[in-house]
């Protein structure tokens, strides 16, 4: 027996063979419900699923299990973005086991900014588990109902699961082993960084489907407008495993400032074009730090809108 009979909707948009589309919402960093509530108002109806991050740049915020399930009581359906910086596997399980209790039914696995770059250095960090190994876990308490003592539940979590994968990080001949590693571990989807080089892109994507990889997992390619010029070099120079090609700061540059910002989401949509040919790609994970006003007009835009009935 399952916590909840319903498939992910994010699953069913993928298994049906829709192009799925997710986004993100970042909980505020005080206890103001009506942040997360906006956040997934503006983007709810366009997409298939709304990631929750996770004190992301280890910053503090709320929390993205209380806010997974604000958005889901609101009728949309959450992503439950869980680090491992901040959990053993004592309080992971556990919040799984929450999260599963409150018909929330899709997750992503990460292992977190290191909390140096955050607000609080000198916290003691976790890492009980990496990214892979809470994979593992959340596929054992679904598929086999145990928790990692072997502990059989009487009611297990229903979760599709994910993990992400950047495939511009150095080195780049072990980023497609890396994601086979992740792939045998049980991730169901693969969410990626933000995509600028499209050839080192798909050079990436022709080395998973050279292994059948992409019959085994969905890749939805990360997306990110450009707001400026500021904002792209900002990316390419401080950002670490972030790749920029000069190309596209230059076309931001031959822009009036007041255009940069339309110019950068016409970039975007450039980029899902072309995407949409990959093969492998299943789906768009768009991420408009907090812009996500605009990504109504991007799905739209993409020709991704109205989402299927499934």
Known sequence: M???????????????????????????????????EEKARLIGNHVDAINVTDNQTAVVRMCSLASCIRIKQMGYEPV??????????????????GAASFGINTMLCLTGDHQS?????????????????????????????KLLSGHEMKVKPSLFVGAAENPFADPFEIRVPRLAKKVAAGAQF??????????KFKLWMQGICDRGLDEKVAILAGLTPMKGVGMAKY?????????VPDEIIKRLQGVPKENQAEE???ILLEQIE????????????????????????IVERAGLYPRPQV
């Open 117 to 145: 770059f955050g607000d609080h250095p000198n916290a003691a960090n976790v890492f009980d588990l990496d990214s892979t190994q809470l994979l593992q876990t959340v596929r054992l308490m679904c598929d086999e109902g």
């Open 2 to 36: 399952s916590a909840n009979g319903t498939m992910s909707r994010l699953e069913k948009v993928l298994k049906a063979g829709h192009l799925a589309v997710t986004s993100e919402c970042g909980p505020p960093r005080d206890c103001n419900a009506h942040v997360v």
């Open 80 to 97: 439950l973005q869980m680090v491992t910086r901040d959990r053993n596997r004592i309080a992971a399980q556990a919040d799984i086991l």
């Open 264 to 266: 950068g989401v016409k």
């Open 190 to 199: 693969i969410q990626t960084q933000c995509i600028y080089n499209m050839p």
């Open 235 to 243: 990316m390419k120079n401080r950002v670490p495993g972030m790749d």
């Open 274 to 297: 072309e995407l949409k040919t990959v093969k492998g790609v299943k789906g768009f994970h768009v991420m408009a730090i907090e812009w996500e006003e605009k990504v109504p007009e």
